[in-house]
């Protein structure tokens, strides 16, 4: 089973307008003519729209960093998926580590935007991954199980086709520490495992599994030739277009 693989960008809280805007410019010449990956970026929301200019007419996706559930409503702070699609994005990024541990968002708020996401057409990268602590104490496997099984609460199988994982474990983000290519592979097959438990085999060989959490320019082909990683959700290393024209540029 082949499948695309996704190099993405998240960009989190960083970049000024003229930084994201000209580093969105570069990336999208260094995507010209690429034809065998995608490629995302996923800044802040304020500046979806300028970034979404920026890359017209190139094969770079722009995505959200979250999205609320309702089209519209009394939702203070909140964008929703029809306003994120009016700003250009077509994926949004779902229950980042930063998300669950800073802004305590639960698996049950997670699925909540999922299914929002899902409703209104915006492609879903849902992110899972365990703590230091739960991996010393061999919760790995529980952790992601879980995140898997709440965060496609309700979701259909036609739906959960459309959904993007990516393995982030909390301890490698941000850290340096990225990890091994044994574990990430590991982790990725057993996602797998688990989707197809949810689902069917057919589903669980379709869907596409991303790896976060130090990815680099010297880590980027190895941990890409591992069977079970179909791509990249980049932070760091994505907010300089050196390294992430490097990282977009991998090879097996
Ligand atoms: P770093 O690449 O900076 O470790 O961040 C990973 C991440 O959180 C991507 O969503």
Redesign the pocket.
């Known amino acids: 089973m082949s499948r695309r693989p996704l190099i ?1 960008g ?1 960009w ?1 809280m960083y970049l000024t307008k003229d930084e994201a805007v000209q580093l969105a410019s570069s990336i999208a010449s260094s995507c010209r003519g690429i034809d065998d990956r995608d490629v995302m970026l ?1 800044p802040p929301s304020i500046f979806l729209q300028a970034v979404s200019e920026s890359v017209r007419d190139s094969p770079v996706m722009v995505a959200g960093q979250n999205v609320c559930w309702e089209s519209e409503g009394a939702f203070t702070g909140e964008i929703s998926p029809v306003m994120l699609k009016n700003a250009g994005a077509a994926m949004v ?1 779902l229950g ?3 998300r669950r541990h800073i802004f305590h968002e639960s698996d049950e708020l997670v699925n909540k935007r999922l299914l929002g996401a899902l409703r209104f057409d915006l492609i879903p990268i849902l ?1 899972i991954g365990e703590t230091l602590d739960q991996r010393e104490e061999e919760q790995t496997f529980a952790v992601l199980e879980q995140q898997l099984a709440k965060g496609f609460a309700d979701v259909c199988l036609e739906d959960a086709e459309k959904v993007l994982i ?1 393995y ?1 474990p909390v301890w ?5 520490k ?1 990890a091994t290519r044994e574990q990430a592979q590991d982790a990725h097959y057993f996602v797998r495992g688990v989707l197809s438990g949810l689902y069917e085999k057919k589903l669980a060989d379709k869907v596409r599994i991303l790896y ?5 320019p010297d880590n980027i082909d190895s941990l890409m030739a591992e069977p079970d990683i179909d791509g990249a ?6 907010l300089q277009s050196e390294s992430f024209d490097r990282i977009i540029h991998f090879s097996k």
């Open positions: 993405a998240n989190k996923a990024i980042h580590s930063e992110c990516a982030e490698a983000i941000g850290t340096g990225t976060g959490g130090s990815v680099k959700l980049v932070g760091g290393a994505a």
